[in-house]
């Protein structure tokens, strides 16, 4: 992997539409502050319909409940485009980042997690109304996505906090999480 | 002030929190504060949207049984909160910013007490439909938890003495 890595590191080096911003005074500052809110809106509003999937506030209808999910939605995508943006100014910080690593695996659990509910169970679900009880394999998918999220939060605050070195003689093993070309 | 300064980061627990190589010092307490801060912030703005008018279909009486979860992330955060204003006191109080987030922080919890009172807790809220206050009151309410997010993360960048030791 580390190769690949290398090779997504420069790559993402030469697309230079976003730095000039980034590294304006409070660009960078300005984008964590809208990644925050957006993390904000996907955890509220996912939250909100996990925890009536397991149990909490039951006499919602579940179809009436779900139109908050474009909501979630919308934070999801204002924190893949400012995520982005980081990613692309400071490559290096992220690709060789471990919690980087975890973050991403945690977020395509969730991804398989909302995309197998979606397929086969929010048919049956959706038209659950009020004080019906969701069924057990529901709950399983609402824990899942609570969990997930919650680990990739956990990932992204960690990210600062193992920062990528120069690699030793060791060299960089098969997934690179420390800088190769030092 | 800079006397009570040195005296708190002096203290073992000051320390612990600000030089600890242990990942369960600063790392774990500032990772809670965003975790609670997801948790008050955004259970409080699914509230404040359906007072707005999205999800109609859902009765603002049941919205009351995701109080509990809210206040947990909001008491959450005031324990990391306070956990890192002992690591960092220098930093965070000499700072303006840090005086604007807590009253924001102050208006967002007694306009979500508000909420709660004059539209959650009113027994015919499903019936007669929301108030005009409650309407003003949920937009107040975004509001506070917005900004105080963007104070919050701007203390990082506008402190001007990080420690008094």
């Given at each position: 992997m580390a190769p690949f890595q290398v090779w997504l590191v420069t790559t993402m080096r030469d697309i230079k539409i976003v730095s000039p911003f980034m590294h304006a005074p409070y660009g960078w500052a300005a984008c964590e502050t809208l990644h925050f809110i957006g993390l904000s809106l996907?955890?509220?509003?996912?939250?909100?319909?996990?925890?009536?999937l397991l149990g909490v506030a039951r006499r919602v209808p579940i179809a009436?409940?779900?139109?908050?999910?474009?909501?979630?939605?919308?934070?999801?995508?204002?924190?893949?485009t400012t995520g982005v943006m980081f990613l692309i100014t400071e490559p290096e910080q992220y690709i060789f980042n471990p919690s980087f690593h975890f973050k991403l695996l945690f977020m395509a659990l969730a991804g398989?997690?909302?995309?197998?509910f979606y397929l086969t169970l929010f048919g049956k679900v959706k038209a659950l109304g009020s004080g019906a009880d969701a069924p057990r394999a529901a709950k399983i998918v609402a824990g899942v996505s609570l969990t997930s999220w919650t680990a990739v939060i956990v990932c992204g605050r960690m990210l600062a906090f193992t920062r990528p070195f120069n690699c030793g003689p060791a060299g960089a093993g098969f997934l690179a999480t420390c800088f190769p070309h030092g | 002030m800079n006397e009570f300064f040195v005296w708190l980061e002096t203290t073992p627990f000051s320390m612990w929190i600000r030089d600890s190589p242990s990942v369960f010092a600063f790392p774990t307490i500032l990772t809670l504060h965003t975790v609670g801060m997801g948790i008050v912030a955004g259970l409080s703005a699914a509230v404040d949207v359906r007072i707005l008018g999205v999800a109609p279909g859902v009765p603002l009486t049941e919205m009351q049984r995701f109080r509990a979860f809210l206040w947990l992330g909001f008491w959450l955060n005031a324990v990391t909160g306070v956990l890192l204003l002992v690591g960092y006191p220098t930093k965070a109080l000499t700072n303006p910013l840090f005086y604007i987030k807590l009253a924001l922080i102050a208006i967002a919890v007694a306009v979500q007490l508000a909420i709660e009172r004059r539209v959650l807790r009113h027994p015919k809220v499903d019936v007669d439909g929301v108030p005009k206050t409650g309407k003003f009151l949920a937009a107040v309410s975004l509001g506070c938890w917005a900004a105080a997010i963007a104070a919050g993360r701007l203390l990082a960048y506008t402190y001007s003495v990080l420690t008094s030791v």
């Amino acid at each position: 992997m580390a190769p690949f890595q290398v090779w997504l590191v420069t790559t993402m080096r030469d697309i230079k539409i976003v730095s000039p911003f980034m590294h304006a005074p409070y660009g960078w500052a300005a984008c964590e502050t809208l990644h925050f809110i957006g993390l904000s809106l996907l955890i509220g509003m996912i939250g909100t319909f996990d925890l009536r999937l397991l149990g909490v506030a039951r006499r919602v209808p579940i179809a009436a409940l779900h139109k908050l999910i474009p909501w979630g939605i919308a934070g999801y995508l204002i924190n893949v485009t400012t995520g982005v943006m980081f990613l692309i100014t400071e490559p290096e910080q992220y690709i060789f980042n471990p919690s980087f690593h975890f973050k991403l695996l945690f977020m395509a659990l969730a991804g398989v997690n909302v995309a197998a509910f979606y397929l086969t169970l929010f048919g049956k679900v959706k038209a659950l109304g009020s004080g019906a009880d969701a069924p057990r394999a529901a709950k399983i998918v609402a824990g899942v996505s609570l969990t997930s999220w919650t680990a990739v939060i956990v990932c992204g605050r960690m990210l600062a906090f193992t920062r990528p070195f120069n690699c030793g003689p060791a060299g960089a093993g098969f997934l690179a999480t420390c800088f190769p070309h030092g | 002030m800079n006397e009570f300064f040195v005296w708190l980061e002096t203290t073992p627990f000051s320390m612990w929190i600000r030089d600890s190589p242990s990942v369960f010092a600063f790392p774990t307490i500032l990772t809670l504060h965003t975790v609670g801060m997801g948790i008050v912030a955004g259970l409080s703005a699914a509230v404040d949207v359906r007072i707005l008018g999205v999800a109609p279909g859902v009765p603002l009486t049941e919205m009351q049984r995701f109080r509990a979860f809210l206040w947990l992330g909001f008491w959450l955060n005031a324990v990391t909160g306070v956990l890192l204003l002992v690591g960092y006191p220098t930093k965070a109080l000499t700072n303006p910013l840090f005086y604007i987030k807590l009253a924001l922080i102050a208006i967002a919890v007694a306009v979500q007490l508000a909420i709660e009172r004059r539209v959650l807790r009113h027994p015919k809220v499903d019936v007669d439909g929301v108030p005009k206050t409650g309407k003003f009151l949920a937009a107040v309410s975004l509001g506070c938890w917005a900004a105080a997010i963007a104070a919050g993360r701007l203390l990082a960048y506008t402190y001007s003495v990080l420690t008094s030791v």
